[in-house]
Each structure stands twice: as structure tokens, then as C-alpha cells.
């Protein structure tokens, strides 16, 4: 029950920082491009990092020994996008952007082994395609629905189960 309010903690405080986010500036190219676009430069890494630290331990419960390692890949690549938030810059942006092809590969890796299909990430690639703008915004929600719905779902099973 811990793991799942934590989770739940987590989902809820991204998505209040999107939303946010939405209604007073628009929709992102990016989740990571709010981070210039915010008065407060430490909301985006904090908002960041304590959602990948509330799921750490719900993901690591739910997923299968063998595979943990993604688990860890995930938060720790969230992680270091929080520690190197303002992209644009030559070597910040480096580190940064290594951590967030790192962060979607392992997702999508983790996604396709918890449920087989990433609905929503394929539902957020088509909108970013149909839309031709916003593509890696939508690719992301996508890829955070996913992970945050198979998330519930596997920890609903393992309290069902007594796991």
C-alpha cells in the first residue's frame, strides 16, 4: 500500500506541474524546455527528481528481478536530467541529453516487457505526427502514461496478490 501512495504522489506531481505549466505558458516543445521557460530555475529539476525518487521503490517492487536494472536506469536517468536541466548549454546539454536517450530506450525496454504494448506512447508519436509540432512533448506524455499506468496496474496485482 506504501509503494502505491507513493506512486500515486508521484504521478500526481508531475502532472499538477504540466498542467500548470500548460495553462500559464502553453504546451511545451518538451517537458525538459519548462525549465527555461519558468521563473524558479530549481522547479523543473525539483519537480523531476522527487517524482523519479517517490517511484523508485514502487517501480523496483513491481518489476522482475531480471530486469530491475531497467528500473534503476529509469530513475537514475531521470536523475541526471535533474542534475543538468538547462540542456542548451555544450556540456550540460550533453550529459543531458545522454540521459534522456537512455531514460526513453530503458521506458520503452520496461514498458514492452510489463504490458507488451506502449499504448500510449504510440498514441502520443501519432498526435505528435498528426499535429507536425510538439512531437517530443507528446512522445514524452506518452511514454509517462505508460509508465505510470502499467506502474498501478502491477502493484495493484502484487496487493492482490499478498506479493
Sequence with gaps: MTETILAIISFAIIVIYLIAYVISRGLPTSISV??????SK???PAVIALCAALAWVPLLRVTPENIQYLAFLICGSIVFVAASPA???ELVGKVHTG???ILGLSALTWIIIAS???YATILGV?????LRRK???WLEAGILVDIYVNLFVLLHI???SGA
Excluded at 126 to 130: A, F, L, Q
Design 34 to 39: 519548462t525549465y527555461y521557460h519558468t521563473e
Design 42 to 44: 530549481f522547479l523543473f
Design 87 to 89: 540542456f542548451k548549454d
Design 99 to 101: 540521459a534522456v536517450v
Design 116 to 118: 507488451g504494448i506502449p
Design 126 to 130: 501519432i498526435i505528435g505526427v498528426v
Design 135 to 137: 512531437f517530443v512533448f
Design 158 to 160: 502484487c496487493s492482490s
